[in-house]
């Protein structure tokens, strides 16, 4: 169905050069420049042939949800040749740490203490540091993970003694159902715990990524300061054309 080819990665130029054109729309509305923010393709539940066109495509930040689909990627990928920065996006389960500590570039869904002491466990055993963001759950969702803001600010000094891992920011998500002006109040109140936080971290100096915005409302995060976009419907499609491609 999906084949690694010329014309697939024409097709996939394509589709990152009118996300880059409305990315660059939305940073000059912001006052800001294109260059501040990473633009991840996210290649959640699409085969290995559809990274590579990606990544050939010019696109060199993907992201994963899971764990198990990371990994082979990963390494059909790297035998391959290519090295893409791979960003954990979804969410991971402590006894999956071990196969991802060292094979991303940065972990995005550190959504508890005890998830955060796993992966420094994990990262000091390898002798390596690990760059991770806080999750944190600004709309409050049930169905979502991540801290509260009250418990991010209670469990800070511990997440501080943490060694094997450098916080870099915080990732969060809108509600699908949220309207253009809640999701950018959700984004604001991010960035706003963001800088609360600037001056309480271990590393200051690395304390510079926001995480915010999907294909359905990178421009209201990039309002608000997103760093990090992260988009797979706009660049690899429909995933639901895979799901039902599999049932």
């Not at 990627?73 to 996006?89: D, Q, S």
């Not at 402590?94 to 995005?108: D, E, M, Q, R, S």
């Not at 809108?174 to 959700?186: G, K, L, N, V, W």
């Not at 990178?218 to 895979?242: L, P, Q």
Request: glycine share 6%; with cysteine.
């Amino acid at each position: 169905m999906f084949e690694y080819n010329e014309q697939s990665v024409q097709e996939f130029k394509e589709r990152i050069s009118k996300v880059r054109s409305e990315l660059d729309d939305a940073c000059k509305a912001a006052g800001r420049k294109s260059d501040e923010v990473t633009l991840i393709g996210v290649s959640k539940v699409f085969p290995v042939e559809c990274a590579m066109s990606c990544y050939t495509a010019g696109l060199k930040d993907l992201g994963e949800n899971k764990v198990q689909e990371l990994i082979p990627k990963e390494e059909a990928m790297r035998n391959a040749g290519m090295n893409p920065n791979w960003h954990l996006i979804g969410t991971l389960q402590k006894n999956k740490v071990k196969y991802i500590a060292g094979k991303v570039t940065l972990i995005h869904s550190v959504d508890s203490f005890d998830l955060a002491k796993e992966i420094s466990k994990r990262s000091e055993g390898l002798g390596i540091v690990s760059d991770i963001l806080y999750q944190v759950n600004i709309s409050r969702e049930e169905s979502k993970h991540g801290f509260y803001d009250e418990d991010i600010l209670t469990q800070l000094d511990e997440l501080n003694k943490l060694n094997g891992i450098r916080a870099r920011g915080l990732m969060t998500m809108a509600p699908a159902a949220a309207t253009t002006d809640e999701a950018r109040q959700i984004f604001a109140d991010t960035r706003k715990l963001f800088e609360l936080m600037s001056n309480q971290v271990k590393d200051k100096s690395v304390w510079s990524v926001l995480s915010m915005g999907m294909s359905r409302d990178f421009k209201e995060a990039v309002a608000e300061g997103s760093t990090h976009i992260r988009i797979g419907t706009d660049i690899f499609g429909d995933r639901k054309v895979i799901l039902n491609a599999g049932n």
